[in-house]
Each structure stands twice: as structure tokens, then as C-alpha cells.
Nanobody
Framework: VQLVESGGGLVQPGGSLRLSCAAS????????MSWYRRAPGKEREFIAG????????NYADSVKDRFTISRDNATKTLYLQMNSLKPEDTALYYC?????????WGQGTQVTVSS
């Protein structure tokens, strides 16, 4: 299982970013996928999830109506569209899945929201 995030960077408050997670080594289309983040000095936080079939989604209250999770099963890619970014969204963002009872994580991509 390999998960590789990309798309992070420095953005001003109110701006947007789109994160990607390239997946390999497992049946991507069959697995629910999630995005998490870890801000400096804080615990890792679930922010969005998407299931495998109907693509139902769920979000943490802190990002609801600003972030959108999506997936492209043909390219085995998970996305996180982030709009109206706030300084408190600054964190290392990870994609994650569970395969065979084990949780897998990418290396993360840094998002910094600052003027």
C-alpha cells in the first residue's frame, strides 16, 4: 500500500488549494478513503471521508461547507478541495485508508495559511 500526497503550499487567508493523494498497491475503488490533518502542537484530526461505492461523504464540523472530498477510481486518486482557507487550517495533511485491518498513511503535505 502506498499513498502519496501532493498539492500543499503557502496560501493567503480566504484562498484555495486542492490536495491530491495518489494510491497504489491495493484495490482503491473498493476502499473508503479519508483525509486527516495534524496542526502544530495538536493531535491528528479527521477532516473528511468518502466511501467506496456511492461516494457518500462526511466532514468534520471545522471544515464542513469549505472543503470537498472526492475520488477518481479510474486514476486511483483522492482529492481534497479546500476553499475559504483560514490560518487555523495550517497543518500537515494526510490521506489514509484501512486495508486488511491495518491503517495506512501517506507522508503528508504541508498546508500553511498566512498573510
Amino acid at each position: 500500500v502506498q499513498l502519496v500526497e501532493s498539492g500543499g503550499g503557502l496560501v493567503q487567508p480566504g484562498g484555495s488549494l486542492r490536495l491530491s493523494c495518489a494510491a497504489s498497491g491495493f484495490a482503491f475503488s473498493l476502499r473508503p478513503m479519508s483525509w486527516y490533518r495534524r496542526a502544530p502542537g495538536k493531535e491528528r484530526e479527521f477532516i473528511a471521508g468518502i466511501d467506496s461505492f456511492r461516494a457518500d461523504t462526511n466532514y468534520a464540523d471545522s471544515v464542513k461547507d469549505r472543503f470537498t472530498i472526492s475520488r477518481d477510481n479510474a486514476t486511483k486518486t483522492l482529492y481534497l478541495q479546500m476553499n475559504s482557507l483560514k490560518p487555523e487550517d495550517t497543518a500537515l495533511y494526510y490521506c489514509s485508508t484501512n486495508v486488511g485491518g491495518l491503517n495506512y498513511w501517506g507522508q503528508g503535505t504541508q498546508v500553511t495559511v498566512s498573510s
